[in-house]
């Protein structure tokens, strides 16, 4: 299985969001900076996860982007869902009359305990927990 462009980017940019939570919402060419995605690339990622309730825009000069709900009520899954759409790693586990050997394979048994696994993971991990783990992507200069 490999994730889209879609889904890791939005990844990287939503918790960019999360990480600078509680402050002045981050502009769409100042993520796109500190990420590497082309800023057009990225106003289709925020329009989706704005769709979804993720992210909120702040119009105005110092205007942007923050999160609509607290990081620890975002689970990745969410958001995982998202942007790339369900976990299905063959199309047998979503429906059983694809394949007329479908009740009986022993293969098709792993491939929903591969999805229950992912399922799994992204349902424990909350954008909070991430922000413990990124390094934020910003100097600072001391003099």
């Known amino acids: 299985m490999k994730l889209s462009t879609r889904t890791r980017y939005g990844m990287r940019a939503i918790i960019e969001l999360a990480q600078h939570e509680g402050k002045r919402p981050l502009q769409l060419k100042v993520i796109a900076e500190r990420q590497d995605i082309s800023v057009k690339y990225l106003e289709q990622l925020m329009s989706l996860l704005r769709s979804a309730g993720f992210v909120r825009s702040v119009r105005?000069?110092?205007?942007?982007?923050?999160?609509?709900?607290?990081?620890?009520?975002?689970?990745?899954?969410?958001?995982?869902?998202?942007?790339?759409?369900?976990?299905?790693?063959?199309?047998?586990?979503?429906?059983?009359?694809?394949?007329?050997?479908?009740?009986?394979?022993?293969?098709?048994?792993?491939?929903?305990?591969?999805?229950?696994?992912?399922?799994?993971?992204?349902?424990?991990?909350?954008?909070?927990?991430?922000?413990?783990?990124?390094?934020?992507?910003?100097?600072?200069?001391?003099?």
């Open 60 to 143: 105005g000069s110092k205007g942007g982007y923050i999160l609509a709900r607290p990081a620890d009520q975002i689970k990745l899954s969410e958001v995982f869902r998202c942007l790339e759409g369900p976990v299905t790693t063959a199309e047998c586990t979503e429906d059983e009359s694809y394949c007329e050997r479908a009740t009986d394979c022993a293969a098709r048994e792993v491939w929903k305990r591969v999805e229950s696994a992912i399922h799994g993971v992204l349902d424990s991990i909350k954008l909070s927990d991430l922000i413990q783990q990124a390094k934020p992507n910003t100097t600072e200069y001391h003099i």
